[in-house]
């Protein structure tokens, strides 16, 4: 069955910079793409990137602003988050997300049937 495990949450100071792992297994991602999304305290879930697990095509959430960088590793298996000027706002626990391409747009959460357990980043001010 398909597994995607988090890791890399913690605490961080306000500037830093943080990269979030999501180990995916149990089958093949071609025609996937990967994704991460957070929700902060209170707030609902929200977009922050995807990635096409093939092609390697990338998109961002409207308030990312060249902050934050996906990739993936076809080799090990992972999707990764590189977080950088980390502002308190980013506070949220970051869920990994995986689902086949359709025509669902790639911020929809209804377009991933997989997720991960999360793991909780805290920016402190």
């Known amino acids: 069955q398909v597994r995607l495990v988090e890791s890399g949450g913690g605490i961080v100071a306000t500037g830093d910079s943080l990269t979030l792992s999501c180990a995916a297994s149990?089958?093949?991602?071609?025609?996937?793409?990967m994704a991460w999304f957070r929700q902060p305290p209170g707030k609902e879930r929200e977009f922050v990137a995807a990635?096409?697990?093939?092609?390697?095509?990338?998109y961002y959430g409207d308030f990312v602003k060249d902050r934050f960088t996906v990739s993936r590793n076809k080799d090990n298996m992972n999707v990764y988050l590189q977080m950088n000027s980390l502002k308190p706002e980013d506070t949220a626990v970051y869920y990994c997300?995986?689902?086949?391409?359709?025509?669902?747009?790639?911020?929809?959460?209804?377009?991933?049937?997989?997720w991960g357990q999360g793991t909780q980043v805290t920016v402190s001010s």
């Open positions: 149990g089958r093949t991602f071609s025609g996937y793409r």
């Open positions: 997300a995986a689902g086949p391409i359709s025509t669902r747009y790639f911020d929809d959460t209804e377009m991933y049937g997989y």
């Open positions: 990635i096409k697990w093939i092609e390697g095509t990338t």
